[in-house]
């Protein structure tokens, strides 16, 4: 094939031009602004297509002499015909002409490909950026129908899903060599914080969640995702009382506050690190998130929050692998304790009652004084003295149960004199962002691969100030270090040598 000439790269380019600038003035006075701005748009695509074939055709097909060395010293002669390569922009797709360097029977050499990086596949890495900021979001089907409708660009679904599930190979690393955001962007508390979220799995997947079923027993169909969060915060300490009316009557609580003139002095969090998986170990995601807070504090010197809610699989494993900091500090999200508060005050006074209501308050503010002991006594004296129906006893033991469980977990006065956070909502925030919006919803259902590429892209693209942006400068550099090297693997040969 020919390779790709200057002077006919510039001349598509300026007929590109003249053809937009033609269409501004011939519409300018019949257009509305965005039907104008819709018909400019469209015909740029041809100049940067125009400009792109400049850019290679100024770079040559990478002929670097007659012949060319290998590393293990055969010696590979330049072909006389150029190899032509599909390069699919953002802008179109076009072929590019490659010198190669061969023998019969040994792979060619393109010492192109490794001058201007070129991809694996023949998409290029823009495009394949734009495709995953696209999928992230929307299902594959209407993230592939997006090129079409923006950049009259024919991607098949099937190769959304593919550049998807191969973009986060380099996750991991991106995040051990991300610097570290500013030391006045971060607070003086460090909180890590995990919980799960359930994701719809294709039949082929739900069938291996669990394999033998009990009597009575329906069959799974979610998996669930882990979700951590490692972030910073800003001491804040709250009163008490101020705290459950806010948790229980919010109106009440933002009435008093405007006629005081005040604000809520919730701790704010500060560069959120976001990660879900369905495929890692809890402890595999917990270590993850351990590696963020190691980096942001290597030596420990942060007071360290773990914040969980009820379930005790994650409190047996989460304190044990945080214990080398020197201050750590475990609370249960309060907001478990008034779910199971209101849990209560419903069996006793009825749903939705103002008796309930002030109940809840009333215990809350309690819990939160650090007399826990003293509201569970309260509730075994109404089980014990008290004649009560069968339901309303079983939800009192439940409700006991758990802050007997918990009791551990629930110095709060002790949290709240030191400014700590006592709400999960950062890590049920990120279930919702990262997992429930792009992986729930009618007809979707996923492939455990397909789910836990998104997964990662959504972290990345919710962590920090969205950091799927700069993964994919790494990203790029990383495949070029795997498919080319750190040195070329070859060296020129000014004159050809005779092959023995």
Not at 152 to 167: F, G, I, N, Q, R
Not at 260 to 278: C, H, I, N, Y
Request: with cysteine; glycine share 8%.
């Amino acid at each position: 094939m020919d390779a790709l000439d200057v002077e006919t790269s510039i001349a598509e380019g300026e007929q590109a031009l003249k053809a937009l600038l033609m269409f501004a003035r011939e519409t300018a006075g019949t257009l509305e602004a965005h039907e104008a701005e819709k018909g400019i748009f469209k015909r740029l695509l041809p100049i940067g297509l125009a400009a792109m074939k400049l850019s290679f055709a100024q770079r040559g097909t990478g002929d670097v002499g007659p012949a060319v060395t290998r590393a293990d010293g055969m010696l590979l002669p330049r072909e006389q015909t150029l190899r032509g390569r599909d390069y699919f922009s953002i802008f179109g797709k076009f072929k590019v002409a490659r010198t190669c360097y061969r023998t019969a029977g040994e792979p060619g050499i393109f010492p192109l490909d490794a001058q201007v990086n070129l991809p694996e596949r023949c998409y290029s890495y823009f495009l394949q950026e734009w495709m995953t900021v696209f999928a992230v979001e929307h299902p594959f089907k209407e993230s592939a129908g997006f090129f079409g409708q923006l950049f009259d660009l024919e991607v098949a679904e099937s190769m959304v899903m593919e550049v998807a599930k191969e973009a986060p190979q380099d996750y991991e690393d991106f995040y051990a060599q991300r610097p570290l955001s500013p030391a006045d962007t971060e607070g003086e508390i460090l909180v890590v914080s995990f919980d799960g979220k359930g994701v719809p799995m294709i039949k082929a997947e739900a069938v291996k969640l669990k394999a033998k079923l009990g009597t009575g027993e329906k069959r799974q169909r979610k998996k669930e995702a882990l979700v951590g969060v490692s972030y910073t915060v800003d001491p804040k300490p709250r009163a008490p009382e101020a705290l459950a009316e806010l948790l229980v009557d919010p109106e009440a609580a933002r009435a008093r506050r405007q006629r005081a003139g005040t604000r809520d002095e919730a701790p704010r969090a500060q560069q959120v690190r976001r990660v879900a998986s369905l495929v890692r170990t809890k402890q595999e995601v917990m270590k993850l998130i351990k590696a963020d807070a190691e980096r942001r504090d290597p030596q420990h010197r942060k007071p360290l929050v773990i914040l969980l809610d009820g379930a005790l699989g994650l409190w047996r494993l989460a304190p044990q692998l945080f214990k080398p900091w020197k201050r750590v500090t475990c609370v249960l999200d309060i907001m478990h304790v008034v779910g199971y508060l209101w849990a209560a005050a419903n069996a006793l006074f009825g749903e939705a009652s103002k008796a309930g209501q002030h109940w809840v308050q009333h215990k809350l503010t309690e819990i939160l004084s650090g007399r826990v002991g003293y509201v569970i006594g309260g509730l075994r004296q109404i089980l014990t003295k008290q004649r009560l129906r069968q339901s309303v006893r079983q939800t009192l033991a439940k409700v006991i149960t758990f802050l007997h469980n918990h009791r551990r977990w629930m110095k709060y006065d002790q949290y709240l004199a030191m400014g700590l956070p006592v709400g999960t909502g950062v890590v049920e925030s990120a279930c919702g962002s990262v997992v429930k919006h792009r992986m729930e919803g009618e007809g979707k259902r996923w492939s455990l691969a397909g789910a836990e590429a998104i997964l990662a892209l959504r972290s990345l693209k919710k962590s920090h100030d969205n950091d799927l942006r700069d993964y994919w400068r790494f990203h790029a550099r990383q495949v070029r270090l795997r498919l080319y090297g750190r040195r070329a693997k070859y060296r020129p040969t000014e004159r050809l040598k005779r092959v023995a």
